[in-house]
């Protein structure tokens, strides 16, 4: 089953330091999306690319955040100097261009300590 | 910050017992879906209902929408321990080009046997 995957899927830093997540989409599908959940809440936007294009970044997007998507397939969010503010579950998912449906991975749980 | 709210935040009920869950939102939109998630996991599509329709079935799931009230309704049929999990609305934003959801704060379904 070739569904999105996301890696890792917890991650335990301490305040401070910098982290990496990894989400590979669908293998057709060229919209990708970043969302965060923090506990008991629906998940928020954070951004979205479209091929290698990020079209769209929420104010959630501090400038410790960033996210790329260099080949129009696999795409990382790295988060600098994390706070423990940043602690949540981050989700990718994707679309193809033009449909509404989301395809929603396992997420990455992070923990800052 | 979130679009809208779903109501109830809790819901606890017998199998074979229907569940509703409710979802408003504030801006006009371009279609409503409803997702669930498992304790911890990643979101998956259940239905989407456009903003030119009233109702929609998918087996044991009836969504209704009112885009005069800005809301819309989850109905689960027959309910089974299976269903047990957290039911997210979202909505996608009438001039949205991108397609992010806008999530609701979820409803927590627990199913007992």
């Known amino acids: 089953d070739t569904g999105v995957s996301q890696n890792p899927r917890h991650k335990i830093t301490k305040r401070g330091q910098n982290v990496t997540f990894r989400c590979d989409p669908i293998?057709?599908?060229?919209?990708l999306y970043w969302y965060r959940q923090t506990l008991g809440q629906g998940p928020e936007f954070l951004t979205y690319f479209q091929n290698e294009a990020q079209l769209e970044k929420s104010r959630l997007l501090s400038d410790r955040f960033s996210a790329e998507r260099p080949k129009g397939s696999f795409s990382t969010l790295e988060i600098q100097r994390t706070e423990q503010g940043d602690s949540a579950m981050y989700l990718c998912a994707s679309s193809p261009a033009g449909a509404d449906t989301q395809y929603f991975g396992p997420g990455t749980r992070l923990t800052v300590l | 910050s979130q679009q809208g709210e779903e109501d109830p935040q809790a819901l606890s009920i017998q199998e074979g017992e229907n569940a509703t869950t409710n979802c408003s939102y504030k801006?006009?939109?371009?279609?409503l879906q409803w997702y669930r998630q498992n304790s911890g996991r990643g979101l998956v599509h259940l239905i989407l209902?456009?903003?030119?329709?009233r109702e929609k079935h998918s087996g044991r799931l009836r969504v209704t929408l009112d885009t005069s009230k800005k809301s819309s309704s989850l109905l689960i049929t027959a309910s089974r321990a299976a269903d047990t999990a957290s039911y997210f609305c979202a909505t996608v934003g009438l001039y949205n080009q991108g397609g992010k959801l806008i999530f609701g704060q979820g409803t927590e379904l627990s199913v007992k046997p």
């Open positions: 801006t006009s939109i371009n279609n």
């Open positions: 293998s057709e599908h060229n919209r």
């Open positions: 209902i456009r903003s030119n329709e």
